[in-house]
């Protein structure tokens, strides 16, 4: 099977540790820096706290819209979806842990947030 070549894991709804305001402002920066830089991972999965960032309300809907534009596949942890009461994603398809463990084995990169 072929390998992919990078995978972002975001885990968290923002980026670090600490206030929460700070992280949404990391994590928003850092996916429009992606963006201009056009290092767009092959694929965004999203789980636990993470997937909040999915969320229409979640402030990061033109980021996300412009990551699958680009390519870019955006999967979110149905279960955790579920937990968050999550309805309405900004971007992204739904997928199942056994998805997210295929992905991580795939991967030749894995990246943390």
Known sequence: MKKLSDLLQI???GMGHGDKKLA?????????????????PSI????????KVLDESGGY???????????C????CTTCLNYYN??????G?????????????DAEKVINL
């Open 93 to 105: 398809i739904k997928g199942t842990m056994p998805d997210i463990i295929t992905l991580q084995s």
């Open 73 to 76: 596949k955006l999967i979110a």
């Open 11 to 13: 885990t968290k709804n």
């Open 44 to 51: 965004i999965v999203f789980y636990n706290e993470g997937v």
């Open 61 to 71: 809907s033109e980021e996300l819209q412009a990551l699958e534009k680009k390519g």
């Open 86 to 91: 999550i309805q309405n994603m900004a971007a």
């Open 24 to 40: 949404h402002q990391l994590l928003k920066k850092y996916l429009k820096l992606i963006l201009e830089d056009n290092r767009i």
